[in-house]
T-cell receptor, first 113, second 116 residues
Framework: AQKVTQAQTEISVVEKEDVTLDCVYETRDTTYYLFWYKQPPSGELVFLIRRNSFDEQNEISGRYSWNFQKSTSSFNFTITASQVVDSAVYFCALKTSGSRLTFGEGTQLTVNP | GAGVSQSPSNKVTEKGKDVELRCDPISGHTALYWYRQSLGQGLEFLIYFQGNSAPDKSGLPSDRFSAERTGGSVSTLTIQRTQQEDSAVYLC??????????????FGPGTRLLVL
C-alpha cells in the first residue's frame, strides 16, 4: 500500500521568509513518481513538479526548490522569499504502478504581508 | 490550449435526487481520472479511464456511483439517490500516456456538490 504524509497541517509565515513543506512517502515499489500540486483559494489543483524514483537530483525553479531523498523517503518543497501569492494548500502525491495518485493531507500555507 | 473543464461548477441538490457531473479532458489526453475532495477525507481517487474503458473503478464508494466515457473524450460521473455524505468537490484530471506510467495528471476546476 502507498501512503503520503504531510505532517504540517498549517504553516504561517511573514512575506520574504523561506518556508519548507515536508512530505514523507511509503511504497514498496522501486519505480514511482512524486508530485507537488498547489491549490489556491480558487480550488483548482495546479501541477508544480514531477520526479521519478531514479532521479534524486534536486530541482530549482525560480523561488521554488525540491529536495528528494530516497534514504529518508522524503520529497520536501522549499519556497524562498515567500510572497502573499504563495498562500495556498500544497499537496504532495505519489504514483506507483497503478493509475491513481495517492495524496497527502495537504499543508495550508499562509503568507502574511 | 484549453485545460480540463468541468460542469457545472456548483450543484445543489436534494437528498435522494440523481446528479450528473461532466468532465472535458485536455484534447488528445487518453487517460481521465475522477477524484473527490471532502473535509476529513482529503483527496480520494474514484475511477480511471484509458480511452473508453475503465480498468480501475476501485475507488467508487458505492454502487450509487457510476461513470462513463464516450468517444475517448467527455466523461460523466453519475451519483444516484444522493446522500448528504456525497457533498464534496469532484475533481477531474486527464493525462497523456507514457509506457513508464509517469504521466502528469492535470486537473480541472472541480464541481462543488452540496446535498441538502
Amino acid at each position: 500500500a502507498q501512503k503520503v504524509t504531510q505532517a504540517q497541517t498549517e504553516i504561517s509565515v511573514v512575506e520574504k521568509e523561506d518556508v519548507t513543506l515536508d512530505c514523507v512517502y511509503e511504497t514498496r515499489d522501486t519505480t514511482y513518481y512524486l508530485f507537488w500540486y498547489k491549490q489556491p483559494p480558487s480550488g483548482e489543483l495546479v501541477f508544480l513538479i514531477r520526479r521519478n524514483s531514479f532521479d534524486e537530483q534536486n530541482e530549482i525553479s525560480g523561488r521554488y526548490s525540491w529536495n528528494f531523498q530516497k534514504s529518508t523517503s522524503s520529497f520536501n518543497f522549499t519556497i524562498t522569499a515567500s510572497q502573499v501569492v504563495d498562500s495556498a494548500v500544497y499537496f504532495c502525491a505519489l504514483k506507483t504502478s497503478g493509475s491513481r495518485l495517492t495524496f497527502g493531507e495537504g499543508t495550508q500555507l499562509t503568507v502574511n504581508p | 490550449g484549453a485545460g480540463v473543464s468541468q460542469s457545472p461548477s456548483n450543484k445543489v441538490t436534494e437528498k435522494g435526487k440523481d446528479v450528473e457531473l461532466r468532465c472535458d479532458p485536455i484534447s488528445g489526453h487518453t487517460a481521465l481520472y475522477w477524484y473527490r475532495q471532502s473535509l476529513g477525507q482529503g483527496l480520494e481517487f474514484l475511477i480511471y479511464f484509458q480511452g473508453n474503458s475503465a480498468p480501475d473503478k476501485s475507488g467508487l464508494p458505492s454502487d450509487r456511483f457510476s461513470a462513463e466515457r464516450t468517444g475517448g473524450s467527455v466523461s460523466t460521473l453519475t451519483i444516484q439517490r444522493t446522500q448528504q455524505e456525497d457533498s464534496a468537490v469532484y475533481l477531474c484530471a486527464s493525462s497523456g500516456f507514457r509506457l513508464s506510467g509517469g504521466e502528469t495528471q492535470y486537473f480541472g476546476p472541480g464541481t462543488r456538490l452540496l446535498v441538502l
